[in-house]
């Protein structure tokens, strides 16, 4: 559970950032363009993180980025 948190969270962050800079670029002052990196950033972390998360259940791995937390752990065992 600890590693799909850890990867909502960085979700999170990034578009944060990507999202209230576009925002700020665009013109917009800082509450709103943290408004909508907050509202925007939370809502696609929880789609990518969703969607993620139901592939991984389903045994969909991806095996270059060895994204999953079953695969973290058997890199882990490996090492």
């Known amino acids: ?25 665009k013109g917009h002052d800082l509450a709103y363009a943290a408004t909508q990196a907050a509202i925007w950033g939370a809502l696609s972390a929880a789609v990518l993180t969703t969607a993620r998360l ?19 752990q058997d890199r882990k065992e490996q090492l």
């Open 1 to 25: 559970m600890q590693f799909w948190v850890k990867r909502f969270v960085t979700v999170l962050l990034g578009a944060f950032i990507i999202i209230g800079g576009a925002q700020l670029l």
């Open 54 to 72: 139901f592939q991984a259940r389903r045994g969909q791995h991806c095996a270059i980025c060895k994204d999953t937390a079953q695969m973290q």
